[in-house]
């Protein structure tokens, strides 16, 4: 369950009307590491282990694209929303230099609250053969537009999706949260071990700095969005390799670095 109808009074001009309202749920789920406290983010119900995969992997914490982490329910809520999972993962397999790099709260809009440095992921430019036409993004925002199920209920989630070099959707995830959907999309991918076949990463909604490294780590080098990039998000997908495209609606696109891979 994604949403929940809430009353309201939707106000015009000359009305003053009751209705039901479709809001997207917002859940606090933490995430400990071999029984560590790791963080508290909050997301929108359902793939919670998608999301604990997607995230560690993203922030460095194991970096083998085999591994597969086991994870243990702590906590639910009374509603029957999981509160808390537990990753066992290997010793020898975690990074301990990213482990205290994010100890606060992450909120569902920001991905990178909670960390105390921001660095450049360590790794060589992406590359990429082939290049990309508009309408070959016109098809994949209509392919992913269409299974949005929670947006067009409630209007208030993002979603992200990955598709082939073949242009297939191969994930696609909802969230109260930008960086929390990627994940998913990155941990449901991890758990098939088809991360390698991802080439585009498509959001919808801004592009900031965290969602730059994470489609980096993941190795995917298309990353499109419909709406704006931060300048640090420009900045550091040049360094790393990433052809990022902003405000992808209808018939444009905005191309802001590798230009040179789109016709």
Known sequence: MKIRKYSAVKLTSSHADEVSDSLTLEHPLGIAINGTAFTLTMHTPGDEENLARGLLFSEGVYKNKKLHPQFEVLEKSEEGFISSLNAVIAENELDKSQLNKRNLLSVASCGICGKTELLLPEGNSLTTSGQLRLADIQKMFESMNERQRAFIDSGGCH??????????????????????????????????????????????????????????????????????????????????????????????ATVYSHVERVV
Request: proline share 2%; glycine share 6%; charged share 25%.
């Open 159 to 252: 979603a992200a999706s990955a598709f082939s070099k073949e242009f297939q959707l191969i994930s696609l995830k909802e969230d109260i949260g930008r960086h929390n959907a990627v994940d998913k999309v990155i941990g449901e991918l991890l758990q098939r071990e088809e991360l390698n076949k991802a080439n585009f990463l498509l959001v919808s909604g801004r592009v900031s700095y965290e969602i730059i490294t994470k489609c980096f780590i993941a190795g995917i080098p298309f990353l499109l969005a419909v709406s704006a990039p931060s300048s640090l998000a420009v900045d550091f997908a040049k360094e790393l390799g990433i052809t990022l495209i902003g405000f992808c609606r209808e018939d444009r």
